[in-house]
C-alpha cells in the first residue's frame, strides 16, 4: 500500500537523521560554516558542484548565499559550476565530460576560495578531479557525501558523511546540512 511506503521511506529519514547528525557531526558543521563564513570575510568565494540532485543542490546553495536564506542582507558571492551549459557542453564535448568542474576551477578558483563537492557516493570522477585540481590551487575543499565517504573523504579537508547508503535519505540529509551551514553563515555574517 502506499501509506505503506510513505512509513518507510520516514522512517528511514528519521533514522539517517539520528544517526547522521550526532554530536561530531555538528561539530564539523560548525567547522565548515566557519571556513565559509572566513572566506566571505576575507573577499573571497564558495563554489559547488555536483551531478543529478547534486546538481540541482550546489544550485540551491549558491542560491542561498546570491540571494538570502532567511534575511535581508548584502548578496554573498557564491557559484555553481552546474549551471553553464555552453561551458559544460564545449568541456564535455572538447575534452571529457570527467573534467567539467576541474576546468572551471581552473578558471574561476582563487586560493582562499571553498569548493564544496556534493556526491552521494563520495566517488563522482568529475567532483574527484574538481576537489584535487582545487586543492593544488590552495582551496578549501568540502565533500559532502554517504556512509563511507568514498574517494572524496581522501580528498576533502572536510568530509561530511551521511550515515546511509540509500541515495534519497543521502540527499535530503545533504539538503538539510547545507541549510544549517547557510543559516550559521548568514547569523554571524549579518547579526541582527
Same mark, same amino acid.
Given at each position: 500500500?502506499?501509506?505503506?511506503?510513505?512509513?518507510?521511506?520516514?522512517?528511514?529519514?528519521?533514522?539517517?537523521?539520528?544517526?547522521?547528525?550526532?554530536?561530531?557531526?555538528?561539530?564539523?558543521?560548525?567547522?565548515?560554516?566557519?571556513?565559509?563564513?572566513?572566506?566571505?570575510?576575507?573577499?573571497?568565494?564558495?563554489?559547488?558542484?555536483?551531478?543529478?540532485? !547534486?546538481?540541482?543542490? @550546489?544550485?540551491?546553495?549558491?542560491?542561498?548565499?546570491?540571494?538570502? #536564506? %532567511? &534575511?535581508?542582507?548584502?548578496? $554573498?558571492?557564491?557559484?555553481?559550476?552546474?549551471?553553464?551549459? !555552453?561551458?559544460?557542453? @564545449?568541456?564535455?564535448?572538447?575534452?571529457?565530460?570527467?573534467?567539467? #568542474? %576541474? &576546468?572551471?576551477?581552473?578558471? $574561476?578558483?582563487?586560493?582562499?576560495?571553498?569548493?564544496?563537492?556534493?556526491?552521494?557516493?563520495?566517488?563522482?570522477?568529475?567532483?574527484?578531479?574538481?576537489?584535487?585540481?582545487?586543492?593544488?590551487?590552495?582551496?578549501?575543499?568540502?565533500?559532502?557525501?554517504?556512509?563511507?565517504?568514498?574517494?572524496?573523504?581522501?580528498?576533502?579537508?572536510?568530509?561530511?558523511?551521511?550515515?546511509?547508503?540509500?541515495?534519497?535519505?543521502?540527499?535530503?540529509?545533504?539538503?538539510?546540512?547545507?541549510?544549517?551551514?547557510?543559516?550559521?553563515?548568514?547569523?554571524?555574517?549579518?547579526?541582527?
Amino acid at each position: 500500500m502506499a501509506s505503506d511506503v510513505l512509513k518507510q521511506n520516514l522512517d528511514e529519514h528519521q533514522s539517517a537523521l539520528a544517526a547522521t547528525f550526532s554530536e561530531p557531526n555538528l561539530k564539523l558543521l560548525e567547522e565548515i560554516a566557519q571556513e565559509v563564513t572566513r572566506a566571505f570575510k576575507n573577499g573571497h568565494k564558495v563554489l559547488l558542484c555536483g551531478n543529478g540532485g !547534486s546538481a540541482a543542490d @550546489a544550485q540551491h546553495i549558491a542560491a542561498e548565499f546570491v540571494g538570502r #536564506f %532567511k &534575511r535581508e542582507r548584502r548578496s $554573498l558571492p557564491a557559484i555553481a559550476l552546474t549551471t553553464d551549459t !555552453s561551458i559544460l557542453t @564545449a568541456i564535455g564535448n572538447d575534452y571529457s565530460y570527467e573534467v567539467i #568542474f %576541474k &576546468r572551471q576551477i581552473e578558471g $574561476l578558483g582563487l586560493a582562499g576560495d571553498i569548493l564544496i563537492g556534493i556526491s552521494t557516493s563520495g566517488n563522482s570522477k568529475n567532483v574527484v578531479l574538481a576537489l584535487e585540481e582545487a586543492k593544488k590551487m590552495k582551496l578549501k575543499t568540502v565533500a559532502f557525501t554517504g556512509k563511507g565517504g568514498g574517494i572524496l573523504k581522501r580528498c576533502a579537508d572536510y568530509c561530511f558523511e551521511v550515515e546511509s547508503v540509500k541515495t534519497p535519505r543521502v540527499q535530503e540529509m545533504h539538503i538539510t546540512a547545507l541549510h544549517a551551514i547557510s543559516e550559521l553563515v548568514e547569523d554571524t555574517l549579518f547579526p541582527t
